[in-house]
């Protein structure tokens, strides 16, 4: 068996679950989620986990009986906890503005950049420098920022542009002096 499939969701208090053949319907203080069951599946309900099983060990099974866990797991923390991704602007002249439910984004071009959020998700410029981008759903949540850090990627040689909070952009060395002597 998979590892990470046979391991059971838990349910903290205050999570609805609606579980039936095809669909999952996950509700929580946050929201709600659902998710399509693949039909070779099957997820039975406890009295505070979830369980998925599958019907044969084809590689195929396995590895969809893993993912359906886990997507399974992070529509839980999703509607208790929430997601959230952090990105820092860096480079003179780069700076978030919060307007409304959008970004207004200054990236050096000639025009501002506004950014919608995506679905559910919630878009905020914690400082000039900083964006946090929150939602219950890990999957927009991880797409909303990579869409906002592909706006401008960071340089790797001077590290200006939009970074995750954390990543370490690794620096290459600018062209050097050619020596005198050739």
């Given amino acids: 068996m998979s590892r990470i499939g046979k391991m059971p969701v ?54 969809l009986h893993g993912l359906t866990r886990s997507l399974l797991n992070n529509m839980v923390i999703g509607v208790t906890q929430g997601f959230e991704r952090i990105l820092d602007l860096v480079g003179t002249g780069y700076r978030a503005e919060q307007q409304s439910k959008n970004l207004l984004l200054q990236l050096g071009f000639s025009h501002p950049v506004t950014v919608e959020p995506l679905g559910s998700n919630e878009l905020v410029a914690a400082s000039q420098t900083r964006v946090i981008v929150r939602g219950i759903d890990k999957q927009q949540v991880g797409e909303q920022a990579a869409r906002i850090r592909k706006l401008r990627r960071p340089n790797p040689y001077t590290g200006k542009g939009i970074k995750y909070d954390g990543e370490e952009v690794k620096r290459k060395e600018g062209k050097s002096a050619v020596s005198a002597g050739s």
């Fill in 10 to 63: 838990h349910i903290p208090p205050g999570v609805e679950l609606d579980v039936d053949d095809t669909a999952v319907v996950v509700k929580g203080p946050k929201g709600e989620l659902a998710i399509t069951i693949h039909h070779s599946l099957r997820v039975e309900r406890d009295e505070k986990s979830l369980v998925v099983y599958r019907q044969n060990d084809e590689p195929e099974q396995r590895a």
